[in-house]
């Protein structure tokens, strides 16, 4: 994981590729790019120091379609072909194409596969752990080898880092629709890999590491069963409650996650689906051998369907991009991407509260990504340290619980 934090910094690079219609401006082809800031107002500023350039000052005439060289010919020329600055950079993609969650599982059925994993059961990604003993020859070698058994996840990490991976919206747990909090999480409640500093599986594996648990960040206060319904198939709503934390309740839990923008232009949600790779497939499965989701909730969803948590960690995606903007007058624009550096770097959380999820919703509400009310929405699902108690009992009464009875009842 790269370490450093580079200045985002704005840079326009603008190319002479002109020809010059007949009707003015809004015919002519021409070709701007704009270094990480993908708007309208990027957009603009490009335009006119294009114009600025002497070989382009004559290039671009006034015309009645609203081209008089200034910054409103932007707007004239999004409008005369419907299209909208925001979607347009929201689908900005390298030429090449996308990386899927189909191409990262290499299965031959992928979609079930990634489907299931994300549940948290029903895959070998989920439930394999390493063994000295095959049942086909005792004496064997060593199987089931994680990091071997998926090793393509270390290299499409690598890509991960200089190409979108798709987020997976056609899955429930991560549909946008179920994400009106902006914020997605893991958690896991078992290690299966050893030598990684993370965990307490150890060697030899079948004495070892049977059964261990990952490194204790959080304590699970309970779980709504029909918020994971699509993941548990419990017909059921319920709270299973879990008190006492670490050993004395459900034991020791990880969890991990991020959360993007209200804008879909926004590195934070272009990348979202690179954030959900590298938490959940390389930072925790590849790297630390995690696994297991807490029995009623998916291992990975939408905030709104994981349970009820004191805290989590988090990862934010720092980008390096250039969007190229290209515009054909039969066409309108089209944006590609380029020179793309990912980087997954602990969130930067408001009053330097980092790798810290809630922190981090917070300050990206000081930035007016998010709604004061997805903000404070966050807290019902991360209760922060030693509110479990409070938060069981208030959980209890949404669902007309209501704990204990007055000492006089029957008399």
Known sequence: MKLHYPARHLTFLLISSLTRGSDGCSRSVF???????????????????????????QLLLSSSSGCDGTGDDVDALLDTHGQNIQLLCAKASDPGGEITFNDIVQQKDGTKFVESFYKGGGTYWNEEVQTNYDLDDPNGPTTNVLREDIGQVRGYYE??????????????????????????MCCWSLDRQANDNNGNCATPYDSNCVDKDPADNTDVCGVHLDRGRTSNKLNADGFTVFEGGDNDGEGPTHCHGFAFSNNPADAETRYMGNNLFFVSMYDHMYQRGYARNIPGAPMCGCIEQMPVVTRSDCTQVDVNETFNFRYNPSSGFSVTTSHVDIEFNSCQGLNNNNNDLSAYVAKLETEGKVTLAQKNELKKYLVEKGNCPNAIERNLASKGIVRGFGEDVYE
């Open 31 to 57: 070709s701007l790019e704009l270094r990480n800031e993908c708007s309208i107002a990027a957009l603009k500023t490009a335009y006119l120091n294009f114009l600025a350039e002497p070989a382009n000052d």
């Open 159 to 184: 890509l991960a880092e200089k190409s979108r991976v798709r987020y997976p919206n056609e899955y429930d747990n991560f549909n946008v629709d179920n994400c009106a909090i902006n914020s997605v």
